[in-house]
């Protein structure tokens, strides 16, 4: 697995963390991670978010401020064109915010 894909995982597990109310902790040993389900997720989200050049971080994110209600979202979810809609949908929103900020 490459550090990216790690990288990926924990900001997973970070943004899971912080919206569902509790402490996480890094994932450090991605020995056999590659196999599990959440391996062959994470995989796919880094091809993905490499390929449209999107910050994990954000990417994350945007589905749980879309889903406010909304305390856990499986790392599964956000392989599917429901997250990228998600994402798309948020920035679109964050850059009519920030155009009605700036013309104010």
Known sequence: MTLFEQEVYNTWLSTTGKYAGRPHRRRKSFIDF????????????????ARLNIVP???????YRIYEDTK?????????????????????????????????
């Not at 971080?57 to 589905?63: L, R, T």
């Not at 392989?79 to 920030?98: E, F, R």
């Open 34 to 49: 590659d196999e599990t389900s959440n391996g062959i997720a994470t995989k796919k989200i880094s091809a993905m978010l």
């Open 57 to 63: 971080v954000d990417f994350f994110e945007s589905s």
């Open 72 to 104: 856990h979202l499986p790392i599964e979810f956000f392989a599917t064109y429901k997250a990228i809609s998600n994402y798309k949908q948020w920035k679109k929103q964050t850059i009519k915010l920030k155009t009605r900020k700036d013309i104010i």
